[in-house]
Nanobody
Framework: QVQLVESGGGLVQAGGSLRLSCGAS????????MGWFRQAPGKEREFVAA????????YYADSVKGRFTISRDNAKNTVYLQMNSLKVEDTAVYYC???????????????????WGQGTQVTVSS
């Protein structure tokens, strides 16, 4: 079993930056691909970014490519989402998720992730 806890959300002005963290418990957490998703009010949850177990392979939604960076520190069992040039439309609850399948495949589909955090709110003001 893996437990995920997100932190780092908050209120920021448009154009600003935030760094989200996702701490994972469990010895095998460092073997899993990790993803970030977000859900804005009244909308479905959507994929943001994913990273493979080693941190070498990453995958981004077009809407955040060039602005967000996903990374991980397996020694700390932590995954990060650095968010720069934030826009009002980035406002959402951000969730991290773990995919326990082995391999290099990175998924953008939430049903392919096995463990989820409780989410952290990011609000971008104009």
């Amino acid at each position: 079993q893996v437990q995920l806890v997100e932190s780092g959300g908050g209120l920021v002005q448009a154009g600003g930056s935030l760094r989200l963290s996702c701490g994972a418990s469990g010895r095998t957490a460092s073997n899993y691909a990790m993803g970030w998703f977000r859900q804005a009010p009244g909308k479905e949850r959507e994929f943001v970014a994913a990273i493979n177990w080693s941190g070498i392979i990453t995958y981004y939604a077009d809407s955040v490519k060039g602005r967000f960076t996903i990374s991980r520190d397996n020694a700390k069992n932590t995954v990060y989402l650095q968010m720069n040039s934030l826009k009002v439309e980035d406002t959402a609850v951000y969730y991290c998720a773990a995919d326990r399948r082995l391999g290099t495949y990175l998924s953008s589909k939430e049903y392919e992730y096995d463990y989820w955090g409780q989410g952290t709110q990011v609000t971008v003001s104009s």
